[in-house]
């Protein structure tokens, strides 16, 4: 991975233990050219939120009215770790969110292109990609 070769790898993300293990080991080897994104139910998106709302503060989903409700079961996480948003707050690259709705259209999708079935949670990733777009690029210094 280089300035002209960077790598995108956009995680589903639930409580944030897995996807931000991958993310800081990621970012530990191949340094700066690494942009890792996390994708959140848009009904439960605790990462987001826990990033938002400052150092050391325990918040959940709940506290700003949403109801943690998916089908992206795997997803469906009230409140962040405590340890992972303050190691991966200089080191994410962004997070976004996807309904469940658009979550079951990647995974039809990548059935019926690829022949592929995977774990409804797994298919929020697939929408990263498309959420990125030129401007964004610019401003995390590619071309």
């Known amino acids: 991975m280089d300035s002209e070769h960077p790598l995108f790898v956009y995680l589903p993300c639930g ?3 897995a996807p931000g293990g ?5 970012k530990l080897i191949f340094g700066p050219h690494v942009y890792c994104f996390f994708a959140e139910p848009t009904d439960s998106p605790c990462m987001l939120v826990r990033m938002l709302s400052g150092p050391g503060k325990a918040v959940s989903v709940y506290d700003i009215a949403l109801t943690n409700r998916t089908e992206l079961d795997g997803l469906a996480v009230g409140a962040a770790s405590m340890f992972v948003a303050p190691l991966l707050s200089d ?3 962004g997070t976004y969110t996807i309904g469940d709705a658009e979550a079951f259209d990647w995974l ?5 292109t690829c022949g592929i079935d995977v774990e409804p949670s797994a298919a929020t990733a697939l929408a990263g990609p498309s959420r990125l777009d030129h401007r964004i690029g610019r401003n ?3 071309r």
């Open 15 to 17: 409580v944030g233990g």
């Open 22 to 26: 991958i993310s800081y080991g990621l």
């Open 140 to 142: 995390l210094g590619i």
């Open 108 to 112: 039809r999708r990548l059935h019926s």
């Open 91 to 93: 080191r994410l690259a």
